[in-house]
């Protein structure tokens, strides 16, 4: 899994009918850096787009998972699912020199 | 998922079976910036052919799932597809100073 | 999928008996650049050996996929490949500018 | 699989339910020099958060499996895990002029 | 799949009991060059742990592939594999101006 931060949503009228019924957020990866701060991704592969399975809002900081992992989770059967939300974080502790 | 624009097509006239029906679309990934605008990637891995699974057409900013749920979502058993676009953007919203 | 150039092959007397009978192309992932020109990765992540499902040559211009779909179209059952050639590109179209 | 050293953790309370019961361990991916020594990845992809198969603790050197092989392997059925610590590292030996 | 070269290995005493009995090689990632030549990855993705079903030795170039491919070729049900050594190379030809 990653952290990210959620950072925005997006809105599609058109879209597979699985995915109806699913919120979209837009996710900001995010590198643990010692104790409890973040840096913001900046690399392209730094934005993913999510389902919601946990009630995340904007603003706050989430654990997601990718590939099958978010597919298997998000819904039974096939779906176009490749990302999914599936904590909030309360707390994190990095401690880099760690032995 | 990643959001991507629709900037052209391919076609290939030998080509497995399971491929047959699809429409090939080259997509470039996109990453969102502050508000409504996007910035286009630039690396290698910023391009990738998806299959069609919403009728998008050239111009378009799509949204696109990749790997199993793409393979899942376009067929029905084995096929050879790790890309699919799912979804086509109306509108999105992004503020990366949410906290 | 992702596009490529088949510039060469590999001969493995030693392999998993579920290669045996697959051809296996070196291949350099290529992206493409407006109309129909192409540019050679040259990343490390640049070069994929793949088995060959549509009989392509030395030169061309391929579609490949990856992961499961790769495995789950190359063969039956639990294979260990995991990037097979798919497609044969005839014509390429891309306009960087389309919105 | 990838080497990695345990350097935190996280807190989730709200969290789909199947990862309950699950600790998740804060990895910064490591890469082998030669002998016995490691450099840390300093990119973003440097960080995973993972859950613990084996009992792994702050400032251990870890193994540890991504994707469909971590889902499989820390729960029965469809679960929101895509990466795994399955060893703790004992001992690594490196020869990069082996030939 | 990829091609690397055998460059270490690791001991793990405590490690999930399905990775028991299976010989765990350090792989540096190669990317061809024209004719017989190799260039060592020089980055983090460089290096990979996989599982070795063909018997190879330090030092020499294999085929390995990754990913759902590994998991299921290296053993039978859930497994925490996702690398897995499936070729070992006697030669290589590669030809970047190949058209």
Redesign the interface.
């Known amino acids: 899994?990653?952290?990210g931060?959620?950072?925005?949503?997006?809105?599609?009228?058109?879209?597979?009918e699985?995915?109806v019924g699913h919120k979209?957020l837009?996710i900001?990866?995010l590198?643990?850096e010692a104790g409890r701060q973040f840096t913001?991704?900046?690399?392209?592969?730094?934005?993913?787009?999510?389902v919601d399975?946990?009630?995340a809002g904007?603003?706050e900081t989430v654990?997601f998972?990718?590939?099958?992992?978010?597919?298997?989770?998000a819904a039974?059967?096939?779906?176009?699912?490749?990302?999914?939300i599936?904590?909030?974080?309360?707390?994190?502790?990095?401690?880099?020199e760690?032995?």
């Open positions: 899994m990653k952290l931060r959620v950072v925005g949503n997006v809105v599609a009228t058109r879209k597979d699985r995915l979209l837009v900001q990866v590198r643990p913001a991704a900046d690399e392209k592969d730094g934005f993913v787009v999510a399975l946990v009630g904007l603003g654990l998972c990718s590939g099958s992992s978010a597919r298997a989770s039974e059967g096939a779906s176009p699912i490749d990302a999914a599936v904590g909030i974080i309360d707390d994190i502790d990095v401690n880099l760690a032995r």
